[in-house]
T-cell receptor, first 113, second 112 residues
């Protein structure tokens, strides 16, 4: 299947700093990518849909100014957690569609201290 | 009502058992159905992808879709300890770029 690469796989940052997470589709072009957040023992919660060349579409309750999404090319989307706080600590996962199938990155475990 | 319902388990079986995982969905617009396996602290891995009603087999895994009853299943034959993971069912509509709707995930443990 297609490969989606997410980086970094884990990151620890101080409160108040910003963290950028990258999501790349390695062997296909993705006009749409998705960003999820997952809490322990829970399913994936869609945060936003990232569209190449246009603004991201955020789900209700997700602060767009806090979770900045940029999809500058057909193979790269980035999620920046701005002014991170301990409650932002979570597992963040990106996904990209290759035709009808959706593939996921390895996930990024963010810990804000 | 959630659009995709899945029993979260946990489900514990002995090695070699046949495992049956099930989901129901309510949105008739869903056309594509997927099963993902997620190990702890990892991203979901696509196991099976189906479009039409019927069965699809891949090794020890069989995905079954019944659109008339809006029921999707994943069967694992000769289960192995390495199958221990959380299994997520997901569906989406036919429109390109449409997002996945996930079930809650079922946590499976296969005991040696």
């Amino acid at each position: 299947g297609a490969v989606v690469s997410q980086h970094p796989s884990w990151v620890i940052c101080k409160s108040g700093t910003s963290v950028k997470i990258e999501c790349r589709s390695l062997d296909f072009q993705a006009t749409t990518m998705f960003w999820y957040r997952q809490f322990p023992k829970q399913s994936l919660m869609l945060m936003a849909t990232s569209n190449e060349g246009s603004k991201a579409t955020y789900e209700q309750g997700v602060e767009k100014d806090k979770f900045l999404i940029n999809h500058a090319s057909l193979t790269l989307s980035t999620l920046t957690v701005t002014s991170a706080h301990p409650e932002d600590s979570s597992f963040y996962i990106c996904s990209a569609r290759d035709m009808a199938e959706a593939f996921f990155g390895q996930g990024t475990r963010l810990t804000v201290v | 009502q959630k659009e995709v319902e899945q029993d979260p388990g946990p489900l514990s079986v002995p090695e070699g058992a046949i495992v049956s995982l099930n989901c129901t969905y309510s949105n008739s617009a869903f056309q594509y159905f997927m099963w993902y396996r997620q190990y702890s602290r990892k991203g979901p891995e696509l196991l099976m992808y189906t479009y039409s009603s019927g069965n699809k087999e891949d090794g020890r895994f069989t995905a079954q879709v019944d659109k008339s009853s809006k029921y999707i299943s994943l069967f694992i034959r000769d289960s192995q300890p390495s199958d221990s993971a959380t299994y997520l069912c997901a569906s989406h509509k036919e429109t390109s770029g449409s997002r996945l709707t996930f079930g809650e995930g079922t946590q499976l443990t296969v005991n040696p």
